[in-house]
């Protein structure tokens, strides 16, 4: 007895209809749902953590085309939780390094890198090409940014967060409900946001938190279930628990609301007061407005004799892991207590692992009194480069 051989239905490949086997039988997907997730276009901003699962879970799906954002490199210190990249990508971009593994898992996927920095100049053009927003991003610049845009646009911006063992996750589109500004209007103080380098976060969350933005994006794209517009997802991993809160679209949102009064993307790093950096990550900008200090100028001076008094700001535990001969400990926290004891006329230069914490010591100092201060630029981090090679990394 011989079997008819039928060619395969328009759109999706003899191999793909392999892959895609389990989503083909399922009643809200099928041909139909797989051929719109091959003909979709998904932009990830960022591939960290969040975008890490997020990125894989999509590929896997057969989205046609996946764009990236991302002007980092891969760290060591990445790899506890950014899962898409592994330890021979250390040094590597991560896109390349995002790009190599999401097509070794599928092929059929097209890969569009954006190696930029997001900003107000370009987001309009990046955004516009594509259909869902995954925003993976770690600092509150990006994430207004991002929402604005997508405001904008008039499309669904997906959004995730964590925090040591807590996440968030939503779907904001101001075209059928509330946005990220109708739930936090304005940004909180930057003093008061802890970086992922400060804060601490648990491996296995990012990976939850992606898992269900990638989930959220795969429903917007087939058209089925619920999404979560109006909704925020609160999950604590401690308690391993989920909390959700209904979400209302406020009518005097400035960029949604009825009455806007944000028309066009404007300097995100200035509404957040974070000055040029960008975040969380601000490498190789002009953030410290002329009061930073490269590890190779440090270096020098300090071989030359110069009397200057190095502060590390960072955690009991970083310091006894690395630090710099010679240097005192004083955490960031604990720097308003101790400008009392500090020497006014001495000349200081702030240290943490890779420049925020200084800096904002730094800043600090300076508004206190004490005019002669500087921070390191990149930190230890850039010292174990550049200087000390035998320094611990982390």
């Known amino acids: 007895m011989t079997t008819e051989q039928h060619p395969p239905p328009p759109g999706l490949s003899a191999e793909e209809m392999q892959r895609y086997a389990r989503h083909l039988i ?22 960290g953590g969040l975008g890490s699962p997020a990125s894989l879970y999509l590929a896997a799906a057969g989205v046609g085309t996946l764009g990236l954002v991302d002007h980092d490199v891969v760290e060591a210190s990445n790899l506890q939780r950014q899962v898409l990249h592994g330890t021979s990508a250390v040094g590597r971009p991560k896109l390349a390094s995002a790009a190599a593994r ?115 994006t795969i429903k ?20 391993m628990r989920f909390r959700e809160l209904k979400l209302e679209k406020d009518p005097d949102c400035p960029v949604c609301g009825e009455k806007p009064t944000v028309t066009g993307l404007i ?45 590390d700001v960072r955690q009991p535990w970083e310091y006894e892991l690395c630090h710099i001969a010679g240097s005192r400990l004083i955490p960031l926290s604990e720097i308003p207590e101790a400008v009392s004891e500090l020497d006014p006329s001495a000349e200081y230069v702030t240290i943490c692992h890779t420049g925020r914490r200084s800096l904002q010591a730094a800043q600090f100092l300076k508004a206190s009194g004490v ?24």
């Not at 259909?131 to 994430?143: A, I, K, L, Q, W």
């Open 26 to 47: 399922l009643p809200h997907v099928g041909l139909e749902g797989q051929q719109r997730l091959k003909a979709a276009r998904v932009l990830l901003v960022g591939v």
């Open 102 to 216: 999401l097509l070794d898992l599928n092929p059929a996927v097209r890969i569009v890198p954006h190696e930029v920095r997001l900003s107000s100049a370009n987001a309009l053009e990046i955004l516009g090409e594509y259909d869902v927003v995954v925003d993976g991003s770690d600092n509150f610049p990006t994430r207004y940014l991002v929402n604005d845009a997508c405001v904008l646009l008039g499309k669904p911006d997906v959004y995730g967060s964590i925090h040591r063992f807590e996440g968030q996750a939503a779907v904001f589109w101001g075209a059928r409900g509330p946005c990220y500004r109708c739930l936090y209007r304005d940004p909180p103080p930057p003093e008061l946001v802890p970086s992922c380098e400060e804060a601490g976060v648990l491996g296995v969350l990012p990976g939850i938190v992606g898992a269900i933005q990638a989930a959220e």
């Open 220 to 239: 917007l794209l087939l058209g089925v279930g619920q999404a979560m517009v109006g909704r925020l997802l609160l999950f604590d991993a401690l308690t």
């Open 267 to 311: 300097d995100y790093e200035e509404f957040c007061g974070v000055g040029g950096g960008g975040g969380d990550r601000a490498k190789g900008s002009d953030r410290g407005g002329g009061m930073e200090v490269t590890v190779r100028e440090l270096k020098a001076e300090l071989d030359g004799g110069r009397a200057v008094v190095l502060l």
């Open 371 to 394: 005019d002669r201060v500087r921070s390191l630029k990149g930190g230890v981090e850039s010292w174990a480069v550049e200087i000390d090679k035998s320094m611990a990394r982390y």
